[in-house]
């Protein structure tokens, strides 16, 4: 079809279409990433002072609430603190932990897999 004024052509859209790439459509909704900063009311022996440790721990299932996590935690001892960052299908926890002697024993081989209730977790000291 040519413009009668200028001798250009005109091109038509077909109906229907819109102005979407197919990298528009490819994209997913990305959940917003949060953090949280937990307190747990934890007294510590004197005693096991030295116990104590700030761990990462990787590999945590998102869809693990808060205190289902901190009930596992109870299995490696007494949890003080802890920071949960949620990212797609995973958390990352920083903990401080008073540990437990066979926990800290493993800890301390550097044993970087362990196991969180049924599931096995990556876990590294902080610094």
């Not at 009311?41 to 096991?48: A, G, M, Q, V």
């Not at 808060?66 to 596992?72: G, M, S, T």
Request: charge should be positive; glycine fraction near 4%.
């Amino acid at each position: 079809m040519q413009n009668a004024n200028n001798d250009q052509p005109i091109l038509s859209q077909p109906s229907g279409s819109s102005n979407t790439t197919p990298k528009d459509k490819k994209k997913k909704k990305v959940p917003e990433k949060s953090v949280e900063k937990i307190f747990v009311d934890t007294n510590i022996p004197d005693e096991k002072f030295n116990n104590i440790r700030d761990i990462f721990v990787y590999d945590v299932p998102s869809s693990w609430s808060h205190n289902k996590i901190l009930a596992e935690l109870k299995a490696w001892g007494d949890p003080i603190s802890m920071t949960v960052k949620k990212q797609r299908k995973y958390q990352t926890l920083q903990i401080k932990i008073c540990l437990s002697t066979f926990t800290l024993a493993s800890f301390e081989q550097g044993i970087w897999q362990y196991s969180l209730g049924d599931i096995s977790i990556r876990w590294f000291p902080e610094n």
